[in-house]
């Protein structure tokens, strides 16, 4: 019975800035669902190849300031990887938000995500069901696109609009180019379609 209540009050710690942060003790449904679809197209993607997909769990070590547990993340120079986590910067790395912690995945580890040299960063938001994705230039990570997933319903009542009606979405964003291979495109189904 202690072990169960110790259990339940288990939290994962992240290192930001120097400073030991507490992250939520259980996220959402959505928020694993999500994490665990974009782990699943990265994995079965990378199956074979030189990069490879870690899931949420996995510690990354930035520097001696910065210790992360993000939610998924690409790794292509396999001596990153260690037994206790992967050292130094990912190729890609994704945070889906929880509302405890989404301020510092904007602000602090975003800006050590960008120093340390990722090249690609994704911002998951389940509740707009969204994706903001950066690109690493000149060692800050630069906001290049916000995906919105859309329903085919919703898709299709869009379509059905007039031309010129104002609430008619011009272009419908259905995937994601991964930037950092050449033939990679996440559907956004595929991340919150059942969510």
């Given at each position: 019975?202690?072990?169960?209540?110790?259990?339940?009050?288990?939290?994962?710690?992240?290192?930001?800035?120097?400073?030991?942060?507490?992250?939520?003790?259980?996220?959402?449904?959505?928020?694993?669902?999500?994490?665990?679809?974009?782990?699943?197209?990265?994995?079965?993607?990378?199956?074979?190849?030189?990069?490879?997909?870690f899931?949420?769990?996995?510690?990354?070590?930035l520097?001696?300031?910065?210790?992360?547990?993000?939610?998924?993340m690409?790794?292509?120079?396999?001596?990153?990887?260690?037994?206790?986590?992967?050292?130094?910067?990912?190729?890609?790395?994704?945070?889906?938000?929880?509302?405890?912690?989404?301020?510092?995945?904007?602000?602090?580890k975003?800006?050590?995500y960008?120093?340390?040299g990722?090249?690609?960063?994704?911002?998951?938001?389940t509740?707009?069901?969204?994706?903001?994705?950066?690109?690493?230039?000149?060692?800050?990570?630069e906001?290049?696109?916000?995906?919105?997933?859309?329903?085919?319903?919703?898709?299709?009542?869009?379509?059905?609009?007039?031309?010129?009606?104002?609430?008619?979405?011009?272009?419908?964003?259905?995937?994601?180019?991964?930037?950092?291979?050449?033939?990679?495109?996440?559907?956004?189904?595929?991340?919150?379609?059942?969510?």
């Amino acid at each position: 019975m202690d072990n169960l209540a110790y259990k339940d009050d288990y939290r994962i710690s992240e290192m930001i800035d120097g400073v030991t942060v507490m992250m939520s003790p259980r996220p959402r449904y959505e928020h694993v669902a999500v994490s665990g679809n974009i782990f699943v197209v990265f994995s079965i993607y990378l199956k074979r190849k030189t990069c490879k997909a870690f899931a949420d769990g996995f510690d990354l070590y930035l520097d001696d300031k910065n210790r992360f547990v993000p939610d998924c993340m690409i790794v292509c120079d396999r001596s990153k990887i260690k037994h206790n986590g992967i050292h130094g910067a990912p190729n890609l790395v994704v945070e889906v938000l929880s509302r405890s912690t989404a301020e510092n995945d904007r602000t602090k580890k975003k800006d050590a995500y960008a120093r340390a040299g990722v090249s690609e960063y994704w911002i998951v938001d389940t509740w707009s069901k969204s994706v903001e994705v950066y690109y690493n230039r000149d060692n800050k990570l630069e906001l290049n696109h916000i995906y919105y997933y859309l329903t085919d319903e919703e898709i299709a009542e869009n379509d059905a609009l007039p031309a010129d009606d104002i609430n008619k979405i011009k272009t419908i964003d259905t995937k994601i180019k991964v930037s950092i291979f050449d033939d990679l495109y996440v559907k956004l189904k595929d991340i919150f379609e059942d969510i």
